[in-house]
């Protein structure tokens, strides 16, 4: 257990360290997620391709279909870009698609410094939620949660408290936002694990209390069922 | 840095003040203060001002050494270059308390106003002396006839107002005198208001831990445009059993910072504050007279407002209005039991009227008073009503007979006592008043605002609009409902 303890704050150290020594408040998406891993958050399994015989390698390991991304400090709304490319079903596919990616990119951007490109398995069937982490002028480290994906922008449906959040903060921000039937399975959506929610975001409220490092979490989407919850994107600001 | 309680209490409750560096033609501290009930001074060199504040009855000094006796509060008016100066004169002098009326500190931006709030800080940071302002306008306080502008009148009216004692505390001097005046015409009596500007000692959480420990406070108003210590700020209202009502001003974007993240994005400053505020068991509004109108509602509130209500208006239209304006605010307006329709079928006139909740009445009413005490009645005894009554009132009850118009008002007193709810009143002035054809515009407005007193006086939250009143009551309904610190 201490053994444990000792490995993660390693990693931590080490992401935030290298990002700080680089200059660098932005957190890339692999970075973010393996802090947030380390921290239990469950983040899908995402691995760094630095060319295409990396990226088959690691599509090889895992099962289709899947998620490519960009990943560059330089590039923050990866899908503005074409940036993300969903549903990826073999290794032909793969290495077209990482070819033609980074030459749209850099048709698009020839200054952005690209790092590669990140591999997940593609998650479906759930409902897409948000929760992050902001830094208040005045009240310090709160936690928002939401309804999440792309809606986020348009419907506005989410509930902040303070960090540190306690039990019944974190039932009490699901129950205020105003699709909360949804949440329930309202309309044909998936019903969600409440428990599991709650204990997603009493986990991000604990990252973030043992890190004062932290400027800005996204988690979003995350994608939650009756069964499981995993945050398919991540993006973490430290803070200046 | 902690602020020593007894000292201020003594700072806001001063028995000698004396006003130093105030210049004619105006005097504004010292005219202010001519109803003020203790000893006053003036201290001044310039031998140009001697005179006119001589000619006030004021005593005047040439320096703090010669005032006589202990100094309570010294509110300082001089030019900011020598406000440090003063500030080590008068903890030389042993001064309780300094209120700096003198602005053009950090609130200029500028490089000297920096500079001296600096050194403003550097005299007064290790001592005990609690120090408001600089760059506000003080301390008013109703008993002793403290005041800091003329408006914040003392008229026969005003010292008799019944109901909880309202405490201002403003980031802004104006705001500070037009709630205060304000309030004060809606019938609540307003018993201390503080404008506290920079706040360089004494700030926001200062002077709230001290109104939620003062007797004569009931409950605490703020205008604000943020605070120092949010925690602290929290945690103090949520310790507070006193309604505390804050109108934040700057709740625009622009205030927000431009940032790529989705969760910072969401996070303008006015949803996390409205949020918070209201799970610590604040009410957060948004205008000065969303403020006094939540302060209506606790001034008046022996019964607390809840959700089911009764909705009483004279017109169709206005049953439709009334109940549209509810509704929209999240009011549930039940239908009444079985028993009460059969009650109200007897006699109620179905002919141009309705009493299914809400109740078009005015045909009823007008037939026979003593139909307006069964509808009464009934709703009163009618489990499905809860929360209150709404009534629309026409002003031609009152031109017509202010006689009938008292014996309504005493029906619906001994409704809500005998029934345990409240009773709110709108009397909305463009269409209480239109069927008074032979007026003109001006005598419509005097005899709106004449109705409103009438009742107001008897103790009667009193709106302009069902909107208004919809807003203020839903903001009561949920106050400390779901409070979560």
């Known amino acids: ?240 | 840095m902690t602020v020593n309680f007894n000292r201020l209490h003594t700072m806001l409750n001063p028995k000698t003040v004396v006003v130093i560096g105030e210049k004619g033609p105006n005097y504004q501290f010292l005219q202010a203060q001519n109803k003020y009930s203790g000893k006053l001074y003036s201290v001044q060199i310039d031998e140009k001002e001697i005179p006119g504040i001589e000619s006030l009855g004021i005593k005047n000094y040439r320096s703090l050494e010669e005032v006589p006796g202990h100094i309570d509060l010294l509110i300082v008016a001089v030019p900011r270059q020598i406000a440090p100066l003063i500030a080590s004169q008068a903890i030389q002098r042993k001064v309780n308390g300094i209120h700096f009326f003198t602005a053009g500190f950090e609130e200029t931006g500028e490089e000297i106003g920096n500079k001296l709030q600096d050194d403003l800080m550097k005299i007064l940071k290790d001592n005990d002396t609690p120090v408001i302002g600089p760059n506000c306008m003080g301390i008013y306080n109703k008993k002793l006839s403290l005041r800091f502008h003329q408006a914040q009148n003392f008229s026969s009216e005003h010292n008799t107002l019944k109901g909880l004692n309202l405490s201002l505390l403003s980031q802004s001097g104006t705001h500070g005198v037009n709630v205060t005046v304000g309030a004060q015409r809606k019938g609540i009596n307003v018993a201390r208001s503080i404008s506290f500007g920079n706040a360089l000692l004494v700030n926001e959480c200062d002077l709230l831990e001290y109104l939620i420990n003062d007797k004569s406070t009931d409950m605490i108003a703020f205008y604000l445009e943020g605070v120092k210590d949010g925690r602290r700020f929290l945690k103090l209202i949520n310790s507070s059993k006193k309604p505390i009502i804050i109108w934040k001003g700057g709740r625009s974007k622009a205030g927000a910072r431009a940032v790529a993240s989705h969760t910072a994005s969401m996070a303008s400053n006015a949803v996390i504050w409205d949020q918070l505020i209201k799970d610590a068991g604040g009410i957060s509004v948004n205008s000065l007279d969303e403020l006094i109108n939540v302060a209506i509602l606790f001034n008046n509130q022996k019964y607390r407002v809840s959700n089911n209500l009764a909705l009483i208006t004279m017109t169709g239209g206005q049953s439709v209005a009334i109940t549209d304006a509810f509704e929209d605010h999240g009011f549930i307006i039940p239908q009444l039991s079985n028993r009460s329709y059969k009650q109200l079928e007897k006699f109620y006139n179905v002919i141009g009227g309705s009493y299914r909740n809400p109740f078009d009445a005015g045909a009823t009413i007008n037939k026979e008073m003593d139909n307006f005490k069964r509808i009464l009645d009934i709703i009163g005894k009618d489990n499905n009503i809860k929360g209150g009554l709404v009534i629309d009132i026409n002003t031609r009850i009152y031109t017509d007979n202010v006689n009938e118009f008292k014996s309504f008002l005493k029906l619906l007193n001994s409704f809500r006592n005998k029934h345990k709810m409240p009773v709110i009143l709108v009397i909305h002035t463009l269409t209480s008043t239109l069927t008074m054809t032979d007026r003109d515009d001006n005598s419509r407005e005097n005899v709106s605002a004449e109705t409103s007193q009438f009742a107001t006086d008897q103790a009667f939250p009193v709106f302009n609009s069902f909107n208004d009143a919809a807003r203020a009551m839903s903001l009561v309904a949920s106050h400390k409902l779901d409070a979560n610190i």
């Open chain 1, 1 to 240: 257990m201490i053994k444990t303890i000792i490995i993660e704050r390693t990693t931590l150290n080490k992401i935030i360290r290298t990002a700080i020594k680089e200059n660098r408040f932005l957190l890339n998406e692999v970075e973010s997620k393996s802090l947030m891993k380390s921290f239990n958050i469950p983040v899908v399994k995402t691995e760094l391709a630095q060319n295409v015989t990396e990226a088959k390698r690691i599509a090889k390991k895992m099962s289709f279909p899947l998620v490519m991304k960009i990943v560059s400090n330089d590039i923050s709304h990866k899908s503005d870009v074409g940036g993300v490319i969903l549903g990826i079903n073999n290794l032909k596919e793969v290495e077209s698609n990482y070819n033609s990616m980074l030459a749209k990119i850099k048709k698009i951007n020839s200054e952005a410094n690209i790092s590669g490109i990140s591999l997940q398995p593609m998650i479906e069937g759930g409902v897409e939620l948000v929760a992050g982490v902001t830094r208040d002028k005045q009240f310090g480290p709160v936690l928002m949660f939401g309804l999440g994906g792309v809606f986020i922008e348009f419907m506005k449906d989410v509930s902040f408290k303070l960090i540190p959040l306690r039990k019944k903060d974190a039932k009490k921000m699901i129950g205020e936002i105003k699709s909360k039937e949804i949440l329930n399975g309202a309309r044909g959506f998936p019903k969600v694990n409440i428990l599991n929610l709650e204990k997603i975001l009493l986990d991000l409220s604990k990252f973030v209390e043992a890190n004062p490092e932290i400027e800005e979490v996204d988690l979003n989407p995350i994608i939650a069922n009756e069964k499981t919850i995993i945050a398919v994107d991540a993006r973490i600001v430290l803070r200046k």
